[in-house]
């Protein structure tokens, strides 16, 4: 019933852009806090990003942190992921999925999915 897209990805040089989407249906998409996950061959999955269900809080993982952008337009039931100067090292199927943002400690946040994933966008940065 819950059906999640991703879209967006492709391959692009390295310092590129690319500007990924998650459209979801069949969920109350502006009650859900919602995030990106990759995972490259070979390395576990790892949260990128994660934006809570009114867009009042954000996190990244350092490794993106001033190079991504979250965020996401409820009206459309659609999540966004600006990615610029893109590197090798990103390289990854990325994965939107309806989350759960958890304040850990002052301005500090986790993020996890909760269940509702898409079918992914591969994104490769060739060098």
């Known amino acids: 019933r819950v059906q999640v897209v991703e879209s967006g990805g492709g391959l692009v040089q390295a310092g590129g852009s690319l500007r990924l989407s998650c459209t979801a249906s069949?969920?109350?998409?502006?009650?859900?806090?919602m995030g990106w996950f990759r995972q490259a061959p070979g390395k576990e999955r790892e949260g990128v990003s994660c934006?809570?269900?009114?867009?009042?809080?954000?996190n990244y993982a350092d490794s993106v942190k001033g190079r991504f952008t979250i965020s996401r337009d409820n009206a459309k039931n659609t999540l966004y992921l600006q990615m610029n100067s893109l590197k090798s090292e990103d390289t990854a199927m990325y994965y939107c999925?309806?989350?759960?943002?958890?304040?850990?400690?002052?301005?500090?946040?986790?993020?996890?999915?909760?269940?509702?994933w898409g079918q992914g966008t591969q994104v490769t940065v060739s060098s």
């Open positions: 934006i809570s269900w009114n867009g009042g809080t954000t």
């Open positions: 999925a309806a989350a759960v943002l958890v304040v850990t400690g002052y301005n500090r946040y986790t993020c996890g999915g909760s269940g509702y």
């Open positions: 069949g969920l109350a998409f502006d009650t859900y806090d």
